[in-house]
């Protein structure tokens, strides 16, 4: 039954478990429903209430006589803008986090890197002479959520692309103006009766993906990098080996690493400590699962749980107290999985519930009190816990590679670049480089594809950057320094020279903005061409679900 489900052994060791206890998870769900091959491929037209129109068979045209190629341009362009919508929600959060910051209320949180902070002041023409760091932070906060409501010129952002690239966005008019702007016009022009030609409405898709990686996303990411450091490379572990028998386990799941932060920090609470062990547990563990779990992972080595598909499942240890969740891939099913234990699964987001669900509402101007609360409620849960099997399953990692540390890697603190790296693409040894990022759908062999690209890619001398639930390697012995030996001769021979390892981990989804700046910076530094499209990159995400992915890497 559970033959081609997952390459991952502990994810079969508690899909059986699972299984045997009734409960459900993604992976039973997909084998009852079946996919609506007719939305599947984008051919249901939703857009009004004449229909749905299905266009199949010998139906090329809707009622309207909106034909296939629109519709499937309108379907693709919503989809885009959700995902966009998503990652630059997040986004705006983090900007009103650092005015939080700026104005001195948001105890607990602080500039962590004040470099970055004044080099994205010089991006978004923060003046920084003589003012101090929360007046830098204040005036950068505001700059970066001015650009969501902006109406009109562009994005501060776009002008990090090279050049030749930023000249072909301003030559088809896809430059975007402003984060929302574009993706209200997005739903506007897939209303029905608006924009009718495929071209032209996938133009707005681009657009609105644009103004995800080059806005929202980099914002985001860079933000964060602000708040709670730059990663530097660190020790991880992988895989449900991370969570502890004796101990209170937590899990932070979903996107934003603010609370998550307070948290991590909280666990050492002395008080709480004592609470926890009032209760018998011998400690406070917190562990990560997808993309929050990037965020401490990379810049804590907090440890990363699993990925996406192992959201739900991780319930059936029996061993996680509480289930700490914000928004975006955060499964409702989780719910239901958690019923059948003793775990409390916590919503914290002003945007999102879930029903039976505890909420306890995160909010950045009381985060310490909030974060105790929800240490204080997983302990609460400690002694209500029965059978606990804990798969042993358990690898370490390397993880945290910003694109900082990747150009001082190439040249120290004073001469820091892209030229090695260039060179090694020019001279041919490193034959390329590969984006692989994006999720797990349970219609694919949980981990598969994602393993055994970066295998195939590095085996042939492709240097590969992971991010998002692609970190899948890292459960497999993917992002540790022994995989060298299967990297080509050409790849491995550069790597060691650079001092990185073949498979980089770059951090969360909206993290691949990283890998945009990646390729910008290979592009300005010369010899591989004027622009990104010049390079020899791939960006693939083999396992996505999200409609965060499917535009994740424009
Ligand atoms: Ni934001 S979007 S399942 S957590 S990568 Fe993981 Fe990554 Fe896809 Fe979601």
Same mark, same amino acid.
């Given at each position: ?11 079969? #060791? &508690? $899909?059986?478990?699972?299984? *045997? ?7 039973? /769900?997909?084998?009852? =429903?079946? +996919? ?117 010129? #562009? &994005? $501060?952002?776009?002008?990090? *692309? ?7 966005? /301003?030559?088809?008019? =896809?430059? +975007? ?117 990037? #965020? &401490? $992972? ?257």
């Amino acid at each position: 039954m559970l033959e081609g489900k997952s390459i991952d052994p502990a994810t079969l #060791e &508690l $899909l059986e478990i699972a299984e *045997a206890e009734g409960m459900p998870t993604a992976f039973s /769900r997909c084998e009852t =429903i079946k +996919p609506c091959p007719i939305g599947r491929e984008g051919n249901c037209c939703k857009h009004c209430f004449m229909g749905h129109c299905r266009l199949v068979g010998k139906t090329t045209t809707g009622i309207c006589g909106a034909t296939l190629e629109t519709v499937q341009a309108r379907n693709f362009t919503r989809a885009a803008a959700a995902g966009s919508a998503s990652h630059s929600d997040h986004g705006r959060n983090m900007a009103m986090t650092l005015i939080a910051v700026g104005e001195g209320k948001a105890p607990g949180f602080q500039v962590k890197d004040e470099k970055k902070l004044r080099r994205v002041a010089g991006y978004l023409g923060v003046p920084t002479d003589k003012r101090t760091t929360q007046e830098i932070a204040l005036d950068v906060g505001k700059t970066a959520l001015a650009e969501f409501g902006k109406q009109e010129g #562009e &994005l $501060l952002y776009l002008k990090r *692309a090279p050049q030749k690239r930023q000249e072909i966005w /301003r030559k088809l008019q =896809i430059g +975007p103006r402003g984060i929302d702007r574009e993706v209200t016009e997005a739903m506007h022009r897939t209303t029905m009766g608006v924009d009718q030609d495929a071209e032209h409405i996938l133009l707005q898709a681009m657009r609105v993906s644009l103004a995800d990686g080059w806005g929202g996303s980099m914002l985001s990411t860079d933000i964060s990098d602000i708040l709670f450091g730059t990663p530097t490379p660190v020790m991880g572990a992988f895989n449900f080996g991370v969570l502890q028998e004796d101990q209170v386990n937590l899990v932070i799941h979903g996107h934003e690493p603010t609370l998550a932060e307070l948290i991590v920090v909280m666990a050492n609470d002395p008080d709480l400590l004592k609470y926890a062990e009032s209760k018998g547990a011998k400690g406070i563990n917190i562990v990560g699962m997808c993309c929050s779990g990037n #965020e &401490l $992972l990379m810049r804590h080595g907090v440890p990363m749980a699993g990925n996406f598909l192992q959201s739900d499942l991780i319930m059936a240890s029996g061993a996680v107290e509480a289930m700490v969740v914000d928004y975006q891939c955060v499964m409702q099913g989780m719910q239901a999985a958690a019923e059948h234990y003793h775990t409390k699964v916590i919503t914290t987001s002003p945007k999102a519930k879930i029903t039976g669900a505890t909420h306890i509402e995160f909010d950045d101007h009381r985060g310490i009190e909030i974060a105790k609360l929800i240490i204080r409620t997983a302990i609460d849960t400690f002694p209500n816990r029965k059978k606990v099997h804990i798969p042993n399953y358990i690898e370490p990692a390397i993880v945290g590679f910003s694109h900082e540390y990747i150009a001082y890697m190439q040249g120290g603190s004073y001469r820091e670049s892209f030229r090695p790296l260039n060179d090694a693409i020019m001279n041919g040894r490193i034959r390329g480089l590969a984006g692989v990022a994006g999720c797990n759908n349970p219609h694919t062999m949980h981990d598969n594809a994602h393993v055994n690209i970066i295998k195939e890619l590095i085996k042939n001398d492709v240097l590969v950057v992971t991010t998002g639930c692609a970190i899948a390697g890292g459960k497999h012995g993917m992002l540790t320094p022994e995989v060298m030996e299967f990297a080509g001769p050409g790849l491995r021979e550069v790597c060691q020279a650079i001092g990185i390892p073949p498979v980089l981990h770059m951090g969360s989804c909206v993290d691949n903005s990283r890998i945009l700046t990646v390729l910008s910076q290979c592009a300005t530094e010369g010899g591989l061409g004027e622009d990104i499209s010049d390079l020899p990159g791939v960006g693939i995400a083999p396992e996505w679900m999200s409609e965060k992915a499917k535009r994740s890497l424009e």
